[in-house]
């Protein structure tokens, strides 16, 4: 795990092109930010501007800064360089790999120990019900499998100091854990969601609207208790969900 | 006149990337033109006229789609001049992975589609390992891990290359393009030669003819206007 790191948001324009309500949001490590809004609002658009290291030079205008600085441009693209790991919220593979070859090869790419893909198996493997196995083709992975491992890449391979999040709640896999797992020790996590649970996660939640960041909410103490409150019926969900998923019967656990 | 040569395999995402790249362009100050080649048809030109922008269309039939970007280099790059633009577009039909229709004093860019898996750069030839730009497309489909492997995949073949990353839909990585383009070398036609070497066979590239200059070659060619005639013994 690199040092840590301070990531700064300086606000442009929305989609009618005037300037965004919010000008400047800055995230210290251990921070979990929300971003929430309605679909096409351009939640995804505000997680694309962090990941590229946007200078003014994306359709948004915004600015996105590392330790107060603007960063080097190799870091933008260089992998072995990158501040930011992804879980992004299209999650198909289609490369023609093994698991086991893809994990070697994007370690290799990172700078990383190949044979640090037993550990993301493993990892995955906690995090989906169907375990993976090293020979299986990615292709045939289901979409919990295949969010688990990129789950788990993202923990051992792909370490960054910043992990950006889009809409974990479809995934299919345990999304608390997966949250919990990701936010590491001192990292920064930005999450897109509209899922309560992980919403109320967040220490604070940028609202968009029409393409700009229109407000930012503090996660209050009420709310965090609500936030809690949601947790626990949400794992009551789960629990159901797995009775379910055994072949067995609901009665009398109500 | 700066002269950007757009190749890639058909679907992979050139016309809607250049779209974006063009009003990038355009915003930037620049004056760029379009001349879009295809093999048999394309209503492409529709797209690029909405933009406000200089375009012509070129059909190369039956003869080598390369081929006839490359006979045509030279009244595309007049056309442009007539038309007082500052870059010239020169959109290929981006069939053949046999060459690449990239001349030296131009900037060669490769699109090349995501979706299609890390071993396709390794399959693309000189189209690829020729440019000096490569785009991805489509990498909002796969996964972060995935476009890594990917790129990685791209510089094994291409070691010098500049890897952007692009999005038709979204226009990421449309504004970088435009700067890249906008610190490109000027077009020379007059000692302008390709790149890689044309495979052997019967056109006066075919037999090796790496000049741009319409005087060198010979058979039968087809115009930018479609006339054809035979020019020979």
Avoid at chain 1, 116 to 121: A, E, P, S, Y
Avoid at chain 2, 89 to 95: F, P, R, V
Wanted: contains cysteine; charged residues 25%.
């Amino acid at each position: 795990m690199s040092n840590p790191i301070k990531l700064t948001i300086i606000g442009g324009i929305n989609k009618d092109g005037t300037k965004e309500a919010i000008d400047r949001v800055e995230v210290s490590p251990g921070d979990i930010l929300g971003i929430v809004g309605p679909t096409g609002s351009g939640k995804s658009t505000l997680i694309d501007d962090i990941e590229q290291l946007a200078q003014g030079d994306t359709p948004t205008g915004r600015r996105i800064l590392i330790n107060d600085e603007e960063p080097d441009t190799k870091m933008r693209v260089d992998p072995r360089l990158k501040l930011i790991a992804q879980l992004s919220q299209n999650m198909h593979f289609l490369a023609d790999m093994t698991v086991s070859e893809f994990l070697q090869m994007h370690a290799r790419s990172r700078g990383k120990d190949p044979e640090l893909m037993h550990k993301v198996i493993e990892l995955a493997n906690t995090l989906t019900g169907e375990p993976i196995h090293e020979d299986d083709p990615l292709t045939v992975l289901s979409g919990g499998q295949s969010r688990s491992l990129m789950t788990a890449d993202i923990a051992v391979i792909s370490d960054s100091p910043i992990v950006l999040i889009d809409e974990i709640e479809n995934a299919g896999i345990k999304k608390q854990e997966a949250l919990e797992l990701l936010a590491g020790e001192g990292k920064i996590v930005v999450v897109v969601t509209h899922d309560p649970v992980l919403a109320l996660m967040a220490s604070r939640r940028i609202v968009i609207k029409n393409g700009g960041m229109n407000d930012i909410i503090t996660t209050s103490t009420e709310e965090k208790n609500v936030g809690d409150r949601v947790s626990e019926v949400d794992n009551w969900m789960m629990d159901l969900r797995e009775i379910i998923r055994r072949g067995e019967v609901v009665e009398g656990v109500v | 006149m700066k002269l950007v040569v757009v190749a890639g395999t058909p679907g992979s995402g050139k016309t809607s990337v250049l779209l974006h790249t063009i009003q990038a362009l355009k915003r930037r100050g620049n004056k760029p033109a379009v001349v879009k080649v295809d093999c048999l048809w394309t209503d492409d030109d529709k797209r690029f006229a909405r933009l406000e922008v200089p375009i012509r269309v070129g059909l190369a039939r039956d003869m080598c789609p390369d081929h006839f970007t490359i006979y045509n280099t030279e009244p595309m790059l007049q056309w442009a001049e007539e038309e007082g633009a500052n870059v010239l577009l020169n959109e290929t039909a981006g069939l053949c992975l046999r060459c690449a229709p990239y001349p030296d004093s131009c900037l060669a860019v490769c699109v090349i589609d995501v979706t299609t898996g890390p071993n396709t750069p390794l399959k693309v030839g000189p189209l690829l390992t020729t440019a000096d730009i490569v785009v991805m497309t489509k990498g909002d489909i796969v996964s972060q891990a995935e476009r890594e492997v990917f790129r990685e995949r791209v510089l094994e073949v291409n070691p010098e290359c500049m890897v952007v990353e692009a999005n038709g839909l979204s226009g990421k990585g449309a504004i970088e393009l435009a700067e890249l383009i906008e610190e490109g070398i000027e077009a020379d036609v007059e000692d302008m030669t390709l790149r890689y070497n044309p495979p052997l066979a019967i056109c006066t590239l075919c037999s090796g003819e790496k000049r741009v200059e319409r005087k060198y070659h010979m058979g039968v060619l087809r115009h930018l206007d479609g006339f054809m005639e035979y020019k020979g013994e």
